[in-house]
């Protein structure tokens, strides 16, 4: 069981570059979220998503968009990277409020560099 | 957004000290939660509370959900150095996008 799984671990983009930030969880989860960590800032949301097909928009959305196709995966995207994006991406996963105990199961993250 | 202020931001400690942290908020959690941080890692739930004035173990570490629902508490008895990460709260407020609220974090290091 590997929980919540995220790819790739590392990336360094250029400036303008764009890219897809996957996430698949293997715990039949309806709720998945985007959080970017940035020091002295803990984690912020940035998109999530309360089940296939559905997305909506967290704390610090612009720059960014996701996709949930499938039950299992979320993808972040970015369509231009900028520096201030430059950041740990982590994904997130729960069964909710009333299964779940509102308990959010995290990646180990993708590190992300934009020169 | 809702605001959690977490302090302290980082604690310098001995190997065998008690360590104490907390949460505060602006408004009313229904849940508090308690996060740790290891390098390199994403946050591992520690423990869960549900109600008003709950007191929570898990091994060494204590946790309390605040009667004003406001605040919460997170206690670590002897320390080891396993311990050493950052620890986060996080508050939930209602069912449906089942959204969390995180604090900042506590840099908790263990001096030799």
């Known amino acids: 069981n590997a929980g919540v799984t995220q790819t790739p671990k590392f990336r360094v983009l250029k400036t303008g570059q764009s890219m897809t930030l996957l996430c698949a969880q293997d715990?039949?989860?309806?709720?998945m979220y985007w959080y970017r960590q940035d020091p002295g800032m803990g984690l912020r949301l940035i998109h999530y998503?309360?089940?296939?097909?559905?997305?909506a928009k967290g704390e610090v959305p612009d720059g960014y968009n996701v996709s949930r196709l499938k039950k299992q995966n979320f993808l972040l995207g970015l369509e231009s990277a900028a520096p201030s994006q430059t950041s740990v991406y982590f994904c997130?996963?729960?069964?909710?409020?009333?299964?779940?105990?509102?308990?959010?199961?995290f990646g180990a993250g993708t590190r992300l560099s934009v020169l | 957004g809702q605001q959690l202020n977490q302090s302290p931001q980082s604690m310098f400690i001995q190997e065998g000290e008690d360590v104490s942290m907390n949460c505060t908020s602006s408004?009313?959690?229904?849940?508090w939660l308690w996060y740790k941080q290891d390098p390199g890692e994403g946050p591992v739930l520690l423990i869960a509370?549900?109600?008003?004035?709950e007191l929570t173990s898990n091994g060494r570490l204590t946790a309390q959900f605040g009667i004003t629902r406001k605040d919460s508490f997170l206690n670590i008895s002897a320390s080891i150095p396993s311990d050493v990460g950052i620890y986060f709260c996080?508050?939930?407020?209602?069912?449906?996008?089942?959204?969390?609220?995180f604090g900042t974090g506590t840099r908790l290091t263990i001096i030799p």
């Open positions: 998503s309360v089940g296939e097909g559905t997305t």
């Open positions: 715990m039949n989860h309806e709720y």
């Open positions: 408004s009313i959690f229904n849940t």
């Open positions: 997130a996963s729960t069964d909710g409020g009333r299964l779940g105990k509102n308990i959010q199961y």
């Open positions: 996080a508050g939930a407020t209602n069912f449906g996008n089942e959204k969390l609220t």
């Open positions: 509370l549900y109600k008003a004035g």
